[in-house]
């Protein structure tokens, strides 16, 4: 059984500064693309960044220069750094992986992490 289990998340104050990561546990596996999606109150849950397995980040237009996505193969982990965070970046933040166990490729997330900007 694999798990992403995610950390990083808590209370900071506008432009101030947060490091999300991702890590992966469990049976023997293969990452492909690693990812952050958030869930805001009353919306849906949104992309913020990906990351494929050779390190090629993909971003929502209202991330680009902010956050930065990355990852470390090595120790099955992805991590977020979000700067100039802003009052309107307040959500719960999932990790999210595409997983190959044997044959089969699997979509799995994390439990969340709650990220709440003061402003």
């Known amino acids: 059984q694999v798990q992403l289990v995610e950390s990083g998340g808590g209370l900071v104050q506008a432009g101030g500064s947060l490091r999300l990561s991702c890590a992966a546990s469990g049976s023997t596996f293969s990452i492909d693309d690693m990812g952050w999606y958030r869930q805001a109150p009353g919306k849906q849950r949104e992309l913020v960044a990906s990351?494929?397995?050779?390190?090629?980040?993909n971003y929502a237009d209202s991330e680009k220069g902010r956050f930065t996505i990355s990852r470390d193969n090595a120790k099955n982990t992805v991590y977020l750094q979000m700067n100039s965070l802003k009052p309107e970046d307040t959500a719960i933040y999932y990790c999210?992986?595409?997983?190959?166990?044997?044959?089969?490729?699997?979509?799995?997330w994390g439990q969340g992490t709650q990220v709440t900007v003061s402003s």
């Open positions: 999210h992986a595409e997983i190959w166990i044997l044959r089969f490729k699997y979509s799995y």
């Open positions: 990351i494929s397995r050779d390190s090629s980040p």
